[in-house]
């Protein structure tokens, strides 16, 4: 099943943060037991990438991502490291055609009506909407839905069991992405228990936003 295809079936994309491969192990297979597949393992600590391969390696059941990819460069470390997806914060044409020419989806992050149009035309037709609650959120996303009408957008960036809802109610809104998933309280704790709970909470709020019976 491609990306896109499991999350039009489960729109949630959990945010993976860990300096330690065994932890980021260990809340990937907290996330699975909770019905998410689909992570996210982000560039945001010195061992990322070794986190990255030991979810790709370890964690069967779970399809891993690398987020905030920076650069070409990392962009080609994320994809030798076992990611099935890139996501960024912005839009690089480097990460992009980088991702493209590796046939890897790749999801930039927007914030405006031109860097939607700069994706538009590098051939994508699913970008990051980052970061979606500052960015004029639910609204924000109406407005350019209704002008970039094949586009589909994955709001990251204060989403929450709260507002999850209301961004998956949007029929342009592929998947909602974030980090109130993995509590860094919890991985501190150990608590992976916690972060099997909000997935599977997160799953009930999704179904019933998108309409799935139960
Ligand atoms: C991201 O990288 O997508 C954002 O940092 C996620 O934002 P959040 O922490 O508010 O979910």
Known sequence: MSIREILEKLPIVPLVQADDPQIAVEVSRALAAGGLTVSEVVFRTDRALECLRAVAKEVPEMTPGAGTVLSAEQAVQAINSGAKFVVSPGLDEGVVTTCQ?????????IYTPSDIQRAYNLGLDVVKFFPASIAGGVPALKALAGVFRSMRFMPTGGISATNLADFLAL?????????WLTPKSAIAEGKYQTITQLAQEAIVIAQRAKGVKQ
């Open 101 to 109: 020419k590796a046939d890897i989806p790749v999801f930039p992050g």
């Open 171 to 179: 029929p342009s809104v592929l998947a909602c992405g974030g980090s």
